[in-house]
């Protein structure tokens, strides 16, 4: 059973920089795609960025050029660099794993608030 755990969230002013942290445990972390969701009140959960095995990247195009994805296999991690950071960005980021013979994250973390004060 993959167990994620988030960290690294907070409140912060706009402009500032977040790094978010999600430690990965239960099975062999190189073979799981993983990816940053949010989802603020009201709003549908939005996929933020994904990294394969290995270590491809995707964005959403609203957090392109600000955010960067990054894994390190042999720390079992994941991290979100979150730089100028918007008050639109302030949501609940969750971690999300799935296999990279699977189509569906199968597997979420807890979530960790980020908060951008204007």
């Known amino acids: 059973q993959v167990e994620l755990s988030e960290s690294g969230g907070g409140l912060v002013q706009a402009g500032a920089s977040l790094r978010l942290s999600c430690a990965f445990s239960g099975r062999t972390f190189a073979t799981y795609i993983m990816a940053w969701f949010r989802q603020a009140p009201g709003k549908q959960r939005e996929l933020v960025a994904v990294i394969s095995s290995g270590s491809s990247t995707n964005y959403a195009d609203s957090v392109k050029g600000r955010f960067t994805i990054s894994r390190d296999n042999a720390k079992n991690t994941v991290y979100l660099q979150l730089n100028s950071l918007k008050p639109v960005d302030t949501s609940i980021y969750h971690c999300?794993?799935?296999?990279?013979?699977?189509?569906?994250?199968?597997?979420w973390g807890q979530g960790t608030q980020v908060t951008v004060s204007s």
């Open positions: 999300a794993a799935r296999h990279y013979r699977t189509s569906q994250y199968t597997y």
